[in-house]
């Protein structure tokens, strides 16, 4: 997909549908330059048709204009936004995802835009909103389809009429574009089934990453990581033939400072509950468990491409838990990399046991903060439903920065406690640990598990078991894998440069 930015609006008139907000309320539209453009280009048609239909500004509202050659785009959608005053780059984001979802019904494959670009917020952030929420809106899956595949939108041309801003908005929208093809990689990853992106597949698109400046990727086999004794990894990875990769990406951005960032990713290609088998009935979704490994590796991507000065380590355990003769059995207990000791009460919660290992190898080579993400509980989906992300924390300043990002990125993620007493939970009779807490605080106990393993350095943790994947489309999120929190993470290491 290409986007370009121009100032001539002629261009964006002559793509195949051209898209316009409309607001209500105190922004009246004789000041809207767009519509005042467009009115004069279609005989007065906007106007006429907002003053029979005033509820088209509304918020969310789309409605589809055909052009009769007055044009030579054949559609032009009007996008309801609401109070001018009350836009957010977050309704912006979700309105152009919305809109676009429209334009593909009616096999649009290329798009003007001709918009309000200057809100009550930054200009850069109204401008990566509307192209965020355009490609990631316009993204689909249908690799696996033989007939039945939708042509793929494959130009955006968004106007800025002001010259002077053309390569602002240039430079914005190419940063953009970086962020939004990870996002879309990441997708891609979560939504192929679990017999192509295995443990070395993953290996093999982390290897494609060396190429960046700065990076070094590193895969260690089965061989390797027995030589790690890294127990709790291996105790999951046993059950299954397909054979484990832990991957470990280093990005030194700058080589002056001691500060590292590590991004831990649970990687399970799939997950059947292993001897704790799971009911049959949504095991097939199961193949999004690499969820968290797909968001960290796509976050590298586009690190690797804006080459920001900080430190970012990325570590990647990828296996599948499989039910098996040479599986783990409930209450075998093993012995982490770490020296701590787990019995493992029920296979099914592996995410934990891989991450255990992982958040402890990062410690070993030399992060000083770390941020694991996961398709961890099931608990979180009973939480905090398909919405919001949970977050688990033992330090304030590195919650409070991650909080900070994903409130500017839109992906909503909300903090859970993690008091003392609900150690409790996981103590085992005959180990130091057991993997699960029982059925209060599922969520909670589950990250303090891993917090065990932190070395008391600031930690936080991002449980996506209920965002990571969709049952139906919403604003610039469609069904399937959404790609959630690769945003934040890619901001989070940009911000961290500051
Ligand atoms: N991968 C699952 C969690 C999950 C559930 C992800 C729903 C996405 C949607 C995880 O490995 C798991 O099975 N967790 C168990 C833990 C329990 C056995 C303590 C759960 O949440 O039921
Ligand atoms: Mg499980
Ligand atoms: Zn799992």
């Given at each position: 997909?290409?986007v370009?930015?121009?100032?001539?609006?002629?261009?964006?008139f002559?793509?195949?549908v051209?898209?316009?907000?409309?607001?209500?309320g105190?922004?009246?539209?004789e000041?809207n330059?767009?519509i005042?453009?467009?009115?004069k280009?279609?005989?007065?048609?906007?106007k006429?048709?907002?003053?029979?239909?005033?509820?088209?500004a509304?918020?969310?509202?789309i409605?589809?204009?055909h052009?009769?050659k007055?044009?030579?785009?054949?559609?032009?959608?009007?996008?309801?936004?609401?109070?001018?005053?009350?836009?957010?780059?977050d309704?912006?984001?979700n309105?152009s995802?919305k809109?676009?979802?429209?334009?593909?019904?009616?096999n649009?494959?290329?798009?003007?835009?001709?918009t309000?670009l200057?809100?009550?917020?930054?200009?850069?952030?109204?401008?990566?909103?509307?192209?965020?929420?355009?490609?990631?809106?316009?993204?689909?899956?249908?690799?696996?389809?033989?007939?039945?595949?939708?042509?793929?939108?494959e130009?955006?041309?968004l106007?800025?009429?002001?010259q002077?801003?053309?390569?602002v908005?240039?430079?914005?929208?190419?940063?953009?574009?970086?962020?939004?093809?990870?996002v879309?990689?990441?997708?891609?990853?979560?939504n192929?089934?679990a017999c192509?992106?295995?443990?070395?597949?993953?290996a093999q698109e982390?290897?494609k990453?060396?190429?960046?400046?700065?990076?070094t990727?590193e895969?260690?086999?089965?061989?390797a990581?027995?030589?790690?004794?890294?127990g709790?990894?291996l105790?999951?990875?046993k059950?299954?033939?397909?054979?484990?990769?832990?991957?470990?990406i280093k990005?030194?951005?700058?080589?002056a400072?001691?500060?590292c960032l590590?991004?831990v990713?649970?990687?399970?290609?799939?997950?059947?509950?292993?001897?704790?088998?799971?009911?049959s009935s949504?095991?097939g979704?199961?193949?999004?468990d690499m969820?968290?490994?797909?968001?960290?590796?796509?976050?590298?991507?586009?690190?690797?491409?804006?080459?920001?000065?900080?430190?970012?380590?990325a570590?990647?355990?990828?296996c599948?838990?499989?039910?098996?003769?040479?599986?783990?059995?409930?209450?075998?207990?093993v012995?982490?990399?770490?020296?701590?000791?787990i019995?493992?009460?029920?296979?099914d919660?592996?995410?934990?046991?891989i991450?255990?290992?992982?958040?402890?190898?990062?410690?070993?080579?030399?992060?000083?903060?770390?941020?694991?993400?996961?398709?961890?509980t099931g608990?979180?989906?009973?939480?905090?439903g398909h919405?919001?992300?949970?977050?688990?924390?033992?330090?304030?300043?590195?919650?409070?920065?991650?909080?900070?990002?994903?409130?500017?990125?839109?992906e909503?993620?909300w903090q859970?406690?993690?008091?003392e007493e609900?150690k409790?939970?996981?103590?085992s009779?005959?180990?130091d640990?057991k993997?699960t807490?029982?059925?209060m605080?599922?969520?909670i106990?589950?990250?303090?598990f891993?917090?065990?393993?932190?070395?008391g350095?600031?930690?936080a943790?991002?449980?996506?078991?209920?965002t990571?994947?969709l049952?139906?489309s919403?604003?610039?999120?469609?069904?399937?894998?959404?790609g959630?929190?690769?945003r934040?993470?890619?901001?989070l290491?940009l911000?961290?440069?500051?």
């Open positions: 997909m290409s370009k930015v121009i100032s001539n609006v002629g261009d964006a002559a793509q195949d051209l898209m316009i907000n409309i607001f209500g105190d922004f009246t539209n000041d330059l767009p005042k453009t467009l009115n280009a279609m005989d007065d048609q906007i006429q048709f907002l003053s029979n239909y005033p509820m088209a509304n918020y969310g509202e409605n589809i204009l052009t009769m007055m044009l030579q785009a054949k559609s032009v959608i009007i996008v309801g936004s609401g109070k001018f005053n009350e836009m957010t780059s309704k912006l984001r309105l995802g809109a676009i979802q429209i334009a593909k019904k009616i649009a494959k290329s798009i003007g835009i001709y309000n200057n809100y009550n917020f930054d200009y850069a952030d109204a401008v990566q909103a509307i192209i965020e929420g355009v490609t990631l809106g316009a993204y689909q899956f249908d690799f696996y389809k033989s007939t039945e595949k939708n042509a793929p939108l130009t955006i041309v106007v800025e009429p002001d002077i801003l053309v390569d908005a240039k430079a914005i929208v190419s940063k953009t574009t970086v962020v939004t093809d990870s879309c990689h990441c997708r891609d990853l979560v192929h089934p192509t992106v295995t443990p070395t597949y993953m982390a290897e990453l060396a190429a960046y400046d700065n990076f990727v895969i260690m086999d089965l061989a990581i027995k030589k790690l004794d890294m709790a990894f105790a999951v990875a059950g299954s033939n397909e054979p484990p990769k832990f991957i470990t990005y030194t951005g700058n080589k400072s001691d500060e590590a991004y990713g649970k990687g399970i290609t799939f997950d059947s509950g292993g001897i704790s088998l799971k009911p949504s095991m979704e199961m193949k999004d969820a968290g490994a797909a968001t960290v590796l796509t976050a590298m991507q586009a690190i690797g491409q804006l080459q920001p000065k900080v430190n970012v380590l570590v990647i355990p990828c599948e838990n499989m039910p098996s003769g040479h599986a783990t059995r409930p209450g075998d207990v012995k982490s990399m770490s020296g701590i000791t019995e493992i009460d029920n296979t919660a592996e995410g934990r046991l991450l255990a290992d992982a958040v402890h190898y990062a410690t070993t080579l030399g992060a000083t903060k770390i941020i694991d993400i996961a398709t961890l608990a979180c989906v009973v939480a905090l919405v919001a992300s949970g977050v688990v924390s033992n330090d304030e300043q590195l919650c409070n920065a991650l909080l900070k990002v994903a409130k500017s990125t839109g909503k993620m859970l406690p993690n008091y609900y409790e939970q996981f103590k009779d005959i180990a640990l993997n807490g029982g059925r605080a599922g969520t106990t589950a990250a303090m891993i917090e065990c393993f932190v070395k350095l600031p930690w943790h991002i449980d996506i078991a209920g990571a994947y049952k139906s919403n604003g610039y999120n469609v069904k399937g894998a959404s959630v929190a690769t934040t993470l890619i901001e290491a911000d961290m440069e500051k």
